[in-house]
Every structure is written in C-alpha cells, then in structure tokens.
C-alpha cells in the first residue's frame, strides 16, 4: 500500500509505500520504503529503506522494535538501497525459481505492464500459470522483447480491461453466494479485505494495522480516497430478516442493527479519546473520523426508507445493506465492460482513438 504526505503536515516526507512481509500472531515483518525531502528548499533529498519488526504486547498493542529493525538509504556517496538490490538481483535462486524477471521497457510500457500482471494475478491457478510463462521467458530473448512490445501496444488496454472484468465478475458472484448462505462475519471480513474494489473506489488505502485502538481490533479501518481520512467499517452478517420492525406509525431498528451502531460508535469513541497517541504511533488524522456498518439486506420499499432515515439521523456512523454493496460493485462490472468495449472500438477504428481511462478502473 502506498500513502503520500502534504509538505505543510509532513515537510520532511513524501510518501510511504509499505508491504507485509510475514506475520504470525505477536510478530509482524514490514518493509517500508520512504521518500524523504528537503525541509528547507521542499526537493526531494532520498530514499529510505526500513525493515521493521512490530511485536504485540499486552499493555500497548503493537509496537516497533528497534533492536530488530534495520534502515538504509540511497544517499549519494552510500546509496545502500541499489547495493541490496544488485546484490539480490545477481543470486542465482533468483532467476532458477521463476520468481523474477526483468524487462527492459519504457516507463508507460511499464506501466501497462504492470496492470496486465495484476488483472491476471487474482487467483492461485493464474499464479502458477503466470510462473510458468515467466519462466519461459527468462530462457527466451525474443520471448521478452515481444512481452515489451505488448506492454506499449493497443491490445495490452483491451487485455486489461478483459481480464479485469473476468476476474472481478467472478469475485461478485462468489460474493453473492456467500451472501446468500448467510456466513459468519470473518468470512466477509476476508473477502472484503482482498476485494475492495467493491466499495467503488471510496478508499484507496487498507491499514495493515486493525489494533489502533487498546485491546481492541476493528473489522475494516481504511482511508477515504477524497480526504485521506480514516474510517472505520463494521462488518456483520447479510441475514435476511428485516432491518426494521414497525413501531407505533413508524419504523424502528431492530435489536442487531442497534448493537452494530453502538458497537461502532464505542469504537468512534474510543479512537477521540486515544486520538493524540495513534496521531503520533500510527501517523493517522483522525480528527473526522467515520463509521460504516454492512448488515443485512435491502427489503422492500418500506425498509429502504426506513434505511434513508436512519441514515439522515445518524451522525457519523452509515449503515449500508449487502445489497447495495453489490449494487456498486455491479456498477463497477458496468463500466468495465464499457471500458472493454471502447478499446476494442479503438483497436477496429483507431482514427477515433481517445485516451484510454483502464487507469481509473478499481482493480
């Protein structure tokens, strides 16, 4: 995952691309990889490379260990970074394995190539086979130089746009099914963690970290993709009994929907008054934090405006069907296909070629 920072909140940070290299219950392995600027002139200065070691403890959750974590940069002069990687790069088990392999290719061509391997990396099954064409590659010069020429070709985008909408279409049914059965709530929890492509967009970073809170883990903290602020997202289970009773000449909630607000707002809560320490330890702004909760179904008419209100009376907490969720991401299926259907347009008529947006498509 990939954060950036403002010069005005962070003058001395660029950015932050982090990855999960293991993790076990008590112990986690990250490396982070951080752009570091000038505070005076606002230039970028180097690169930085962490290794970090988080273990949890009882009294304070997850913290850094010092003594097992290591940091090297590029500086001028050192650039440790480059010699970590050619040092990697030039072992043998490396090339053996199939694991790597390096395409000499232009910055756009890589760009593209880099959307063809994630659209086809979405299962163990297109894993292997991608291994296997890899491998094939690393023993085959002409089998590269044709990888390159279809990273920068038109038919790279309609591949793309292709395959993305195989693999996400089959993601939403899988999702439908699961909703269907009605599974307990870390079932969904998994699911929406590897796919939230389904929230439409709304957040473009998933934190690694769910005990930013003391003694307590939160289902889906993630942060708004229009602001940068977190939220956090309460996942219960999609049973088909009605969200609300009738009430007098009204409608009210039922008892589950109740708990899941009040467990969310406990939570909303809890992040106020241990706002200063995840400030400082997780460098998150949670001054407007939010809440969302997915329960249940949509109903008939009469509980969707029961819905609408509950919403309008709600502060900072939204509670959203199951079926609107999938309603989004059928929607973001629909432009996929429309996206499909442009390329190859522009692949039979290319004097009506216009720039391509596979970019702006979640995946």
Known sequence: MSRQFEPDAQPNLEDVKTVLLSESKRTWKLA?????????????????????????T????????????ITIDDKPGNDSINKLFSFLASQSQIDTDGRYVVVNITNVAGDQMQHILKAVSGS?????????????????????????????????????????????????????????QNLEEPKYQKFLMENHWMFGGEYNELLINRNIIKN??????????????????????????????PYRKTY????????????????????????????????????????????????????????????????????????QLILIAQKILNLLRNEEDRVSNVKENPDNEQSSSVDDIPC
């Open 252 to 323: 009210s909630e039922i008892a589950d929907v109740v708990d899941a607000i009040c467990q969310t707002d406990d939570y909303l809560a809890r992040i106020d008054k241990e706002a200063f320490q995840i400030e400082s330890e997780d460098e998150l702004d949670v001054e407007k934090v939010r809440g969302k909760v997915i329960i249940g179904r949509d109903g008939d008419d009469i509980q969707k405006k029961a819905l609408r209100r509950l919403n309008a009376r709600t502060n900072r907490i939204e509670v959203m069907t199951y079926d």
């Open 58 to 69: 009882k009294t304070f959750g997850w913290e850094s260990k010092v003594d097992k974590s």
């Open 32 to 56: 982070k990889y951080w752009g570091i600027r000038n505070s005076n002139t606002g230039q970028h200065s180097h690169y930085t490379l962490t290794l970090e070691t988080l273990s949890r």
């Open 124 to 180: 163990q099954e297109n894993q292997d086979l991608i291994s296997q064409i890899l491998e094939w590659i690393t023993r085959d010069s002409e089998a590269k130089a044709g990888l390159s020429r279809l990273a920068t070709s038109r038919q790279a985008g309609s591949l793309v746009a292709a395959i993305n909408y195989a693999r996400l279409s089959q993601a939403l049914d899988e999702f439908k099914e699961m909703v269907e």
């Open 216 to 245: 307590g883990q939160l289902d889906f903290p993630a942060l708004r993709t229009a602001d940068g602020y977190l939220e956090i997202i309460e996942i219960k289970r999609p049973f088909k009994k009605k969200l609300f009773r």
